[in-house]
Nanobody
């Protein structure tokens, strides 16, 4: 029904940068909030960044000032620019979107399959 596909993960040295992208496709009427979560081995999934349909953003303290989320609503796409990466940022990163697929039903949450980000020298 709705698919989210992430791209842009990989291996980067500490202090480096990566840009993650997410594109939503399928039966989409509208997209509300979009965001990125991450999950490191042995840890719970945590919020990294979120952006509302009106462009309001929110970040946890752990990434504030280093990560920037953006979206292109016309393309049903979002991105996460990650700078000054640290080994603690190593995780699988998941794209999230709150998607309305019909006018008669409320929006539902959809997730991408994840992309690995490894920060290591």
């Amino acid at each position: 029904q709705v698919q989210l596909v992430e791209s842009g993960g990989g291996l980067v040295q500490p202090g480096g940068s990566l840009r993650l992208s997410c594109v939503a496709s399928g039966s989409i009427v509208s997209i509300g909030a979009m965001g990125w979560y991450r999950q490191a081995p042995g840890k719970q999934r945590e919020l990294v960044a979120i952006i509302s349909s009106s462009g309001v953003t929110n970040y946890p303290d752990s990434v504030k000032g280093r990560f920037t989320i953006s979206r292109d609503s016309a393309k049903n796409a979002g991105s996460l620019q990650m700078n000054s990466l640290k080994p603690d940022d190593t995780a699988v990163y998941y794209c999230y979107a709150h998607v309305k697929t019909t006018d008669n039903l409320p929006a539902s949450a959809y997730w991408g399959q994840g992309t690995q980000v490894t920060v290591s020298s």
